[in-house]
T-cell receptor
Framework: QKEVEQNSGPLSVPEGAIASLNCTYS??????FFWYRQYSGKSPELIMS????GDKEDGRFTAQLNKASQYVSLLIRDSQPSDSATYLC????????????FGKGTKLSVKP | ETGVTQTPRHLVMGMTNKKSLKCEQH?????MYWYKQSAKKPLELMFV???????ENNSVPSRFSPECPNSSHLFLHLHTLQPEDSALYLC??????????????FGPGTRLTVL
């Protein structure tokens, strides 16, 4: 069973703090990893993609990938109330033409 | 706006009805996808089309029938649905049709309620 696990939260952080979102996945052969943000009642929007081990930074967001531990994380620096949303981890676990598996998402709440 | 549109945005149908969901992408992408998002469950990939050919069908019941007449349009035909099929149906597209690494862009979704 191919799975992506996330803590459902809610994760509550004060404004200005670092929010840390974590994700583990079951398929060691997975090649590509994505973080999506989904506001309530809206469709997912891509935040970050990462393909190789290490860190990838984009503005206030940093994605971290550790394939040996089958672990991917998203750090949000200087969290803002507008960052309050559900964050979906998605892992492409291969297959005939790819199979993108999503986690259930972590709900983040940034308190002013 | 991501350049992916879906119609209708809301749909209520009875179990004996036949309806279709439409997705259109204005991004020049080569791949399109249908997803189902139910409450308390992860987003589920239903179908993948790359260059208008279906390349993935994740054990979706036959009461859901996709159609991709060209690279810009994707339909999901619905027939004899069950109440448990009520969900948000999301369409997505990606640039190269290389599903393993492509970034997907989502439409706003169709909220489907089956009575």
């Amino acid at each position: 069973q191919k799975e992506v696990e996330q803590n459902s939260g809610p994760l509550s952080v004060p404004e200005g703090a670092i929010a840390s979102l974590n994700c583990t996945y079951s398929d060691r052969g997975s090649q590509s990893f994505f973080w999506y943000r989904q506001y309530s009642g809206k469709s997912p929007e891509l935040i970050m993609s990462i393909y190789s081990n290490g860190d990838k930074e984009d503005g206030r967001f940093t994605a971290q990938l550790n394939k040996a531990s089958q672990y991917v994380s998203l750090l949000i620096r200087d969290s803002q109330p507008s960052d309050s949303a559900t964050y979906l981890c998605a892992v492409n676990m291969g297959g005939s033409q790819g199979n993108l598996i999503f986690g259930k998402g972590t709900k983040l709440s940034v308190k002013p | 706006e991501t350049g992916v549109t879906q119609t209708p945005r809301h749909l209520v149908m009875g179990m004996t009805n036949k309806k279709s969901l439409k997705c259109e992408q204005h991004l020049g992408h080569n791949a399109m996808y249908w997803y189902k998002q139910s409450a308390k469950k992860p987003l589920e990939l239903m179908f993948v089309y790359s260059l208008e050919e279906r390349v993935e069908n994740n054990s979706v019941p036959s009461r859901f029938s996709p159609e991709c007449p060209n690279s810009s349009h994707l339909f999901l035909h619905l027939h004899t649905l069950q109440p448990e099929d009520s969900a948000l149906y999301l369409c997505a597209s990606s640039p190269r049709g290389e599903v393993l690494t492509d970034t997907q862009y989502f439409g706003p979704g169709t909220r489907l309620t089956v009575l």
